[in-house]
């Protein structure tokens, strides 16, 4: 019976309170709250546990008093039950909103660093463009076009998000075609795509720093040069993209050069979770086979 | 007549160093182009050139590099693509140097320089410069070969939790893999970043950005429970002080 009238104190309470506490002081609008769900509390014990609506009005005094001490305790109980309900839920949402911020922190980092390309390969580019407009105009013109290519589509991505594997690998040998310009005969490039792949899309500066590192750290720095391989195909029910050079290979000792490394190890753990992998071998007899191993749904 | 050879491995700034040169100071004799440290080596030694316009990032040798190899009566000349910053060290070293690309007006400045004292080389503080431009050269190991046989994957560091001996090979633990190496846990020890990576058993190094804490057992030794793996690393009382104040 006791409990009743808690219930209904509390029932009171979520009905009416919030409307009273918006009139009136929280502790004044207590009362009325207690009033009406003692005297609810009242009535509903007396039909439920005596058949009688009336019941618990014409007794004596004392049971009334006893109803108001445990009412009193049952409105605690169901009081504090509420209020540690309405907390877990308030650090849920916060949990959420928190892990929410982190990723719209991490999308807007991607973002700013998409936008940029790297101002030594811009300076480079536009010398040699400068070296190329007397000697060979044609060659200065091709540069400039696959340099256009290039930040035009590096602004799209930004703005997009996503991209087809055929937009990346367009991309891919706008790059690779400068950095030709640049290296002549010690660059050679093949690019492999497999046809299935070529409309999946995919997200934005997984493959490309790939690259950046081939050129930049295995063939640059080699006096003969080399090559460049890169794979796009299905392997069961994954997307395998490798990049392959025969450059001078990562030195164990070396300064860190695994900046774009870092970066595309976060992207893959914000975009696939545990779900995609990417390996670096050696390749033989030197050089480095770097493997990205993504899930993929065949269209 | 004044000799010199250009050095550039990007034959597109070779041959329009040639053509600006020719045009600023065309009795100047540019006796031979190389695309590298090396190739600049053997062609100032069969010419003997007056000048040399030298690169410094080239691959194999770098310019700076080959520079001290240079006779001292050669001039050289720096070009170079580095930005301001490397610029205030050029200036310190008391060397000449020139922006890639390459402008008319300060090309003059320089050609005017070389007139002006064709053989007299300024004391070029080749060392400091080098020190200067130079990323800090890392000597800490920053990648690992695991596995045997054709295929070698490489691992770096930073993808490391820890390292624990076990019998003659160690095993390097991942987040999410386990590889066998060949370097020994006193090998590693040593060459491996000593902020980064603690020894804290003598066959246990663990990357000290994964331990997520540290509790003392009845014995006064330390558990380290990890961030990203769920074993247990115990500590050895020689090794227990790194954790004290934790």
């Known amino acids: ?299 | 007549m004044t000799t010199a050879i250009l050095v550039d491995d990007e034959p597109n700034l070779l041959s329009y160093l040639d053509l600006k040169l020719r045009e600023c100071w065309p009795e100047l004799d540019i006796i031979g182009h190389a695309a590298n440290g090396l190739e600049a080596l053997v062609l100032v030694k069969k010419r003997q050139p007056d000048i040399i316009f030298l690169d410094i990032r080239m691959p194999g040798q770098s310019g700076l590099v080959v520079a001290e190899k240079l006779p001292k009566d050669i001039r050289v000349v720096f070009v170079t693509a580095y930005d301001q910053y490397a610029v205030d060290a050029f200036q310190k070293a008391a060397v000449d140097y020139l922006l890639k690309p390459v402008t008319v007006d300060r090309l003059k400045i320089t050609i005017e320089r070389l007139k002006a004292a064709p053989i007299e080389q300024p004391s070029a503080d080749l060392k400091a410069l080098m020190a200067a431009i130079k990323e800090p050269e890392a000597f800490v190991l920053k990648w690992i070969k695991a596995g045997s046989g054709e295929v070698t994957e490489l691992v770096n560091v930073d993808d490391v939790v820890f390292f624990k001996s076990e019998q003659k090979y160690t095993v390097l633990f991942t987040k999410t893999h386990e590889h066998l190496i060949r370097k020994s846990i006193s090998e590693l020890v040593d060459e491996l970043d000593p902020d980064t990576f603690w020894q804290i058993h003598r066959g246990v190094i663990v990357n000290a950005r994964e331990i997520l804490n540290a509790k003392k057992d009845f014995r006064g030794r330390y558990q380290l429970n990890l961030k990203s793996r769920s074993e247990v690393l115990r500590t050895s009382p020689s090794y227990s002080h790194l954790f004290r104040q934790m």
């Open chain 1, 1 to 299: 019976m006791s409990l009743c009238i808690g219930l209904s104190i509390q029932t009171s309470f979520l009905m009416i309170g919030s409307r009273l506490e918006q009139m009136m002081p929280r502790y004044l609008a207590a009362i009325p709250n207690v009033v009406i769900g003692f005297t609810t509390g009242l009535l509903l014990g007396g039909i439920l546990i005596r058949g009688n609506l009336m019941f618990y009005f014409d007794d004596e005094s004392s049971t009334v008093v006893l109803a108001v001490f445990f009412g009193v305790i049952g409105y605690v109980i169901f009081r504090g039950r509420v209020r540690l309900i309405d907390l877990r839920a308030q650090v849920a949402e916060q949990a959420l909103a928190k892990k929410q911020q982190e990723k719209e922190f991490l999308a807007s980092q991607l973002k700013l660093l998409q936008a940029q390309i790297e101002p030594h390969f811009l300076f480079n580019t536009l010398s040699n463009v400068v070296g190329m407009i007397h000697t060979n105009p044609a060659g200065a013109e091709n540069t400039l076009i696959n340099l256009t290519k290039l930040l035009r589509s590096t602004l799209e991505r930004t703005r997009d998000g996503e991209s087809t594997i055929n937009d990346e690998v367009t991309l891919l040998r706008a790059y690779l075609d400068i950095q030709k310009t640049r290296m002549q005969d010690r660059l050679s490039y093949s690019i492999n795509v497999q046809s299935e792949c070529e409309l999946l899309t995919l997200a934005p500066l997984l493959l490309q720093p790939l690259v950046e590192n081939a050129i930049i750290h295995g063939i640059e720095p080699a006096e003969s040069g080399g090559e460049v391989v890169i794979n796009i195909l299905f392997e069961e029910d994954e997307l395998v993209m490798q990049v392959i050079d025969n450059g001078v290979g990562i030195v164990e000792h070396g300064p860190s050069t695994s900046i774009g490394l870092e970066n595309v190890r976060k992207r893959l753990e914000t975009l696939y979770d545990n779900a995609a992998h990417l390996y670096l071998k050696t390749n033989h007899p030197h050089g480095v086979i770097a493997e990205l191993r993504l899930p993929a749904d065949k269209k």
